[in-house]
């Protein structure tokens, strides 16, 4: 009879007992129980460590939704290349966000569509090299005293307008 495991040791044709079959077979379901409780235990053990750290390091689902545009942060440097690390590790190229893809246990990744060339980013992204695309505060602002400069250039236009056709008015008529 083989042995539930296995083993180098070889076991004689004649082992035959109805004692030690039986307690093979209850040898095997206690360590299968034995397994199972282990695994249950290592699993909690995991989840209350995960809570502890996220509670510690204050720790939010990322927000990034697909269609959003993002920039990718890249610290790579090109073999040969005399670039130094610089403060600024995000291409100022920005990516949509085409698909978000969720595994067990490994949180949320990240299928990047670059909208130039519609072409797919190769991989998954995860949220930590992913940051939201806001527009420069420095071209919103000129943009506001652009239209605001052209308004009152405008206004002004008119106002001198006015202005003239008053004068004109005083001049031609009759006092």
């Known amino acids: ?16 007992s109805r004692q030690a079959q039986q307690y093979a077979n209850w040898l095997k379901d206690a360590i299968k129980a034995l397994h199972e409780t ?24 990322p927000d ?23 403060k600024r590790p995000y291409n100022q190229q920005q990516y949509i966000i085409k698909q978000v893809v969720q595994s067990h246990g490994a949180g949320h990744t990240y299928k990047l569509t670059d909208p130039k060339t519609a072409k797919d980013v190769r991989g ?21 005293t652009i239209v605001s400069r052209t308004a009152a250039t ?11 056709n008053q004068c004109r008015d005083r001049i031609s008529s009759p006092v």
Not at 72 to 82: H, M, T, W, Y
Not at 127 to 141: E, F, G, I, S
């Open 64 to 86: 990034i939704k697909v269609g959003q545009q993002v920039l990718l942060k890249d610290v790579r440097i090109a073999p040969g290349s005399n670039k130094i690390l610089t």
């Open 38 to 61: 282990v695994r249950i235990s290592r699993l909690e053990a995991t989840q209350e460590m995960k809570t502890e750290y996220d509670k510690r390091h204050i720790v939010k689902d």
């Open 1 to 16: 009879m083989p042995l539930p495991i296995k083993s180098d040791v070889i076991v004689p044709d004649t082992f035959h």
């Open 124 to 144: 998954l992204i995860t949220h930590d090299r992913l940051k939201h695309y806001l527009t420069p505060k420095r071209a919103n602002r000129e943009r506001s």
């Open 154 to 164: 405008q206004d002004g236009r008119q106002n001198l307008k006015a202005e003239k």
